[in-house]
Structure formats: C-alpha cells, structure tokens
C-alpha cells in the first residue's frame, strides 16, 4: 500500500464498505519506524475495529494476551513470528473528550513470513499487544479522510 496520512481522531474512512470514525490511537515512537494502533467505530452499528498503521502499511489487527509475545519465536496457529527488533517505545494515547496520555516503555515487534506482524509494548502499568495482518488497499478507502485534510469537502 503506498504511503497514507496517519490517522486522527474522528478520521472518517470506509473499510470493506462500512463506514468508521477513528475513536483512539495508541502511537508508538522509537528508533525505529513509528507506528500506531488505531480503534474505529461503525457509524451505522458501531462496531469495532481496530487497524495497526505503519509508516508504509496499514493493517487489519486484534489485540492480543500480552503473555503470549515473549521469546525469539513464537506460534500463532499457523503463523511463525519471529523477533525482529526491541527499543525503548515512547508512548502517546488519544481518545476523544480527554487530555493526551503519554507515556515510556519498551516495545518488540514480530513479524511473519506471510507479512502479519505482531507488537509488545510494555510501560509501569501497563502491557498491550496486537497482531497485526495485511490489509488489501481495495479493502479501505481514506479519500474522505484525506479529502477534508485538504479542504476538499
């Protein structure tokens, strides 16, 4: 997928046809590429999504037991993931109606053959994981998002 704008709060999208509203995101600042776990709400029946964007990629992904991201290699059904790199993580949380939280901690990232990535990210108080699989670009269209941004309404 060519490079897109990082996703907002309240971006509106279409993803497999359903239209969402980005609700929170969780971005992820180290020494190596940044990325974001982005929560979206269906606009009709509100249901929820969640996407994993990287500075190339965006991603269809579930959040997982933190327990299960701890060695070198790990099995996820079929998938193999393997560690590929750990750094400090600087964290920054957004949700609508509340002030920015931030936060330190230490962050892995997996990935597996297949392209499906999975990434630990650990502060004082808290551990969160999510995996993360390749998003098809015909799946999600960011033409509105991008159409407001430009002012093009």
């Given at each position: 997928m060519?490079?897109?704008?990082?996703?907002?709060?309240?971006?509106?999208l279409l993803l497999d046809d359903v239209d969402y509203?980005?609700?929170?995101?969780?971005?992820?600042?180290?020494?190596?590429?940044?990325?974001?776990?982005?929560?979206?709400?269906?606009e009709l029946r509100g249901e929820r999504r969640m996407l994993l964007q990287t500075e190339?990629?965006?991603?269809?992904?579930?959040?997982i037991g933190p327990?299960?991201?701890?060695?070198?290699?790990?099995?996820?059904?079929?998938?193999a993931f393997r560690l590929r790199w750990d750094s400090?993580?600087?964290?920054?949380?957004?949700a609508p109606d509340a002030s920015?939280?931030?936060?330190?901690?230490?962050c892995a990232w997996y990935a597996?053959?297949?392209g499906a990535v999975a990434v630990l990210i650990v502060e004082r108080y808290e551990r969160v994981a999510i995996e993360g699989e390749p998003l098809?670009?015909?799946?999600?269209?960011?033409?509105?998002t991008v159409g407001l941004r430009e002012g093009q309404r």
């Amino acid at each position: 997928m060519a490079r897109q704008p990082w996703l907002q709060l309240d971006d509106e999208l279409l993803l497999d046809d359903v239209d969402y509203r980005v609700v929170a995101t969780l971005a992820g600042y180290t020494d190596r590429p940044r990325f974001q776990c982005v929560t979206l709400v269906g606009e009709l029946r509100g249901e929820r999504r969640m996407l994993l964007q990287t500075e190339d990629e965006i991603m269809d992904a579930r959040e997982i037991g933190p327990e299960v991201l701890s060695g070198e290699e790990i099995e996820r059904g079929e998938r193999a993931f393997r560690l590929r790199w750990d750094s400090d993580v600087r964290t920054e949380r957004a949700a609508p109606d509340a002030s920015p939280k931030f936060g330190r901690g230490r962050c892995a990232w997996y990935a597996a053959d297949d392209g499906a990535v999975a990434v630990l990210i650990v502060e004082r108080y808290e551990r969160v994981a999510i995996e993360g699989e390749p998003l098809s670009g015909s799946r999600i269209d960011l033409r509105f998002t991008v159409g407001l941004r430009e002012g093009q309404r």
